[in-house]
């Protein structure tokens, strides 16, 4: 089974600022990660994903993540936000070797609220 | 490309009636689905894995016969939520798995907003 923490529910920043939203994860076998985000009353759209490879991770509207072994973490940065940026973003992970169907685990999500 | 629909967006309807989410991939194919529940200002809970061709595997405690899935095709997945009560109201969203993808990516689609009144 696997469990998937993101430390902070509401992370403001003002606008142009670098953000870090971060993630950490258990699990007792190898994982897929993935980043998600949600603007209000949508689904949610792929951000980026980590699948194997270099553990730096490029993915859409600027946004990487760098997955750390180690430490269990797969944080989210950006360095420079945009009004726009502003949303829901959940991390969550799969079993890489297909058990439970990549099932995916979810955080309980970040709210990011970038200010003029 | 890997895109995926719900219909529809929105729905309102009173207690007791019967409720049909529709969830599509438009350009791939879809073996398995999977539909999630959210609640206001929380994560996704899944509520169940529909594969096609074969039952639905629900969570734990998810009301089977109360949440009837379907998987008919490669391309469509229906949740049909029964009986309707007010405390079944939330945003229902559903994503299919790109089997064209390897290794395979969840692909969400743009929700379902049931109230019932």
């Known amino acids: 089974a696997q469990s998937v923490t993101q430390l902070d529910s509401q992370v403001p920043v003002f606008e142009e600022a670098p953000v870090e939203l971060r993630c950490n994860y258990s699990?007792?076998?190898?994982?897929?990660l993935f980043w998600y985000v949600q603007y209000p009353n949508q689904g949610l759209q792929l951000l980026l994903k980590?699948?194997?490879?270099?553990?730096l991770v490029k993915g859409i509207n600027g946004f990487e993540a760098e997955f750390n072994k180690s430490q269990t973490s797969f944080h989210l940065r950006k360095p420079s936000v945009h009004i726009s940026d502003t949303a829901e973003y959940f991390c969550?992970?799969?079993?890489?070797?297909?058990?439970?169907?990549?099932?995916?685990?979810f955080g309980k999500g970040t709210l990011l609220t970038v200010n003029p | 490309g890997a895109v995926v629909s719900q219909h529809p967006s929105w729905v309102i309807c009173k207690s007791g009636t019967s409720v049909k989410i529709e969830c599509r991939s438009l350009?791939?194919?879809?073996?398995?689905m999977f539909w999630y529940r959210q609640f206001p200002k929380q994560s996704l809970m899944l509520m169940a894995t529909s594969n096609e061709g074969s039952k639905a595997t629900y969570e734990q405690g998810v009301e089977k016969d109360k949440f009837l899935i379907n998987h008919a095709s490669l391309t469509l997945s229906t949740l049909t939520v029964t009986s309707a009560h007010p405390e079944d109201s939330s945003f229902y969203i559903c994503?299919?798995?790109?089997?064209?993808?390897?290794?395979?990516?969840?692909?969400f689609g743009p929700g379902t907003r049931l109230t019932v009144l």
């Open positions: 969550a992970v799969s079993d890489s070797s297909g058990g439970s169907n990549y099932k995916l685990t």
């Open positions: 980590y699948l194997s490879g270099s553990t």
């Open positions: 994503s299919a798995r790109n089997r064209g993808e390897i290794p395979d990516t969840q692909y």
């Open positions: 699990s007792s076998v190898s994982v897929y």
């Open positions: 350009d791939f194919q879809a073996t398995t």
